[in-house]
């Protein structure tokens, strides 16, 4: 089945470092791809998202590329804030038999930004 | 656009009472609607799959009878955790896609505390 395998966290990382999070997919099929973000007591946010190979999605400074060939979708920011500080999942949508989609989530991976 | 809102956002419940959780699709219809449990530092668990004017289908492991789902308009999902045990507390989410590869709309959860 499909699956999605983030780094496991924390990242703990000082003001204005960069960040990359890493995030593998297994899917048949052409997946779409997505990371959220969670913050402290709140539910999940849309941050980024990519159709097709190749696509680089972005939000907020935050970017991540669609690598088919590598199956890969791993978020980077040039600059993280304190504000940053907060879980992050990558995910993916396949298309099922019937035109159904169900989204597969990665563990999560917690980002903690010092000031 | 896009905007999924959950209805409560925490709630306390005596241990052998039910508690409803309420989903809504505020400006788009949703055929489909996911609910999701989540324990504390883990990811998203996917519980059910509710759809709209049909039985939601339960993911293994999942008591049905216990998580009641009810999709009866194309805007309304809800979630009726029936006689509520301590282990019952956790975060429930709720998302619903807007459309096609435009990535899941998440509520704001609800946490529930059973005591």
């Known amino acids: 089945g499909d699956s999605v395998t983030q780094m496991e966290g924390p990242v703990t990382l000082s003001e204005e470092a960069f960040l990359t999070i890493n995030c593998t997919y297994t899917?048949?099929?052409?997946?779409?791809l997505f990371w959220y973000v969670q913050y402290p007591g709140e539910g999940l946010q849309l941050l980024l998202k990519?159709?097709?190979?190749?696509d680089k999605g972005s939000n907020k400074g935050f970017e991540a590329t669609y690598r088919k060939e590598t199956t890969s979708f791993h978020l980077e920011k040039g600059s993280v804030q304190v504000s940053d500080s907060a879980v992050y999942f990558c995910?993916?949508?396949?298309?099922?038999?019937?035109?159904?989609?169900?989204?597969?989530f990665g563990r999560g991976t917690s980002l903690i930004v010092h000031p | 656009g896009a905007v999924v809102s959950q209805h409560p956002s925490w709630v306390i419940c005596k241990s052998g009472t039910s508690v409803k959780i309420e989903c809504r699709s505020l400006d788009f219809q949703a055929t489909t609607m996911f609910w999701y449990r989540q324990f504390p530092k883990q990811s998203l668990m996917l519980m059910a799959t509710?759809?709209?004017?049909?039985?939601?289908?339960?993911e293994q492991g999942v008591e049905k009878d216990k998580f009641l789902i009810n999709h009866a308009s194309l805007t309304l999902s809800t979630l009726t955790v029936t006689s509520a045990h301590p282990e019952d507390s956790s975060f429930y989410i709720c998302?619903?896609?807007?459309?096609?590869?435009?990535?899941?709309?998440f509520g704001s959860g609800t946490r529930l505390t059973v005591v």
């Open positions: 998302s619903a896609r807007h459309s096609p590869n435009y990535g899941y709309t």
């Open positions: 899917a048949t099929g052409y997946p779409s």
């Open positions: 509710s759809n709209e004017g049909s039985k939601a289908t339960y």
């Open positions: 990519a159709t097709k190979a190749d």
């Open positions: 995910a993916l949508s396949a298309a099922l038999s019937g035109g159904s989609y169900i989204p597969t």
